[in-house]
């Protein structure tokens, strides 16, 4: 099965200052790697996904995330943090595509990020 | 605007008592999935449905039921041999259930559950 490790159970930053969540993956190949926000009591909504095109990944709301298998890291980046993005971040990967996995495309969660933004 | 609709937002059981939770979507996807989310724990997927009349067993069935009888809806229960059911649970679709599925998951706003 494939796996996500999300470095920190919990952040925080200045408004204004960068944002950086860690995520390392789990897996022999190049798999399928999405991120997710979600606020409270809410569902989750997908802020990008790596499908293997480009390594450096944009999404909404300003967020972005590079892939790298030599450090099989896909880490969530974003240059200035808005009170907005406080909120819990998923690290999630899919076994589609990989040997072994299933042809659904199953997701695998990390435990999650709670960013937290001081005004 | 498309979407998935749970209901309801928040639900209470009885000891000994069985619960249905509605999740209903008009994206028109095939693929159909529960979540089970604790504190701390991210998302584990309970049963998922990659086409109607068919359905699968995720990591955590144990305690749930659920039925696929049309394309849009996909019920779950939770029945009385879950000893622990106080979660918030998500359901989720995505387009292509046979095998070309890497798109990316939609996901309904949830519903929690608590035990009184």
């Known amino acids: 099965a494939q796996s996500v490790t999300q470095l920190d159970s919990h952040v925080s930053v200045s408004e204004g200052t960068p944002v950086l969540l860690r995520c390392n993956y789990s897996s022999s190949y190049s798999p399928s790697l999405f991120w997710y926000v979600q606020h409270p009591n809410k569902g989750l909504q997908l802020l990008l996904k790596y499908t293997s095109a480009a390594t450096l990944v944009k999404g909404i709301n300003g967020f972005e995330a590079e892939f790298k298998k030599s450090e099989t890291s896909f880490h969530l980046t974003k240059p200035s943090a808005h009170m907005s993005d406080a909120a819990e971040y998923f690290c999630?990967?899919?076994?589609?595509?990989?040997?072994?996995?299933?042809?659904?495309?199953?997701?695998?969660f990390g435990r999650g990020t709670q960013l937290t933004v001081w005004p | 605007d498309g979407g998935i609709t749970q209901s309801p937002k928040y639900l209470f059981r009885k000891e000994g008592q069985n619960v249905t939770l509605s999740c209903e979507q008009n994206?028109?996807?095939?693929?159909m999935y529960w979540y089970r989310q604790d504190p701390g724990q991210g998302l584990r997927l309970i049963y998922y449905s990659q086409i109607v009349n068919d359905f699968q067993k995720g990591d955590i069935a144990e305690g749930y039921s659920v039925s696929r009888e049309k394309k849009e809806s996909f019920p779950l229960t939770v029945t009385s041999a879950q000893k622990n059911p106080t979660a918030f649970y998500l359901c989720?679709?995505?387009?292509?259930?046979?095998?070309?599925?890497?798109?990316?998951?939609?996901f309904g706003d949830g519903t929690r559950l608590s035990i009184l």
């Open positions: 989720a679709s995505t387009v292509g259930g046979g095998g070309y599925s890497n798109q990316p998951q939609h």
């Open positions: 994206l028109n996807h095939d693929a």
């Open positions: 999630v990967v899919s076994d589609y595509g990989i040997p072994g996995g299933s042809t659904l495309g199953r997701l695998y």
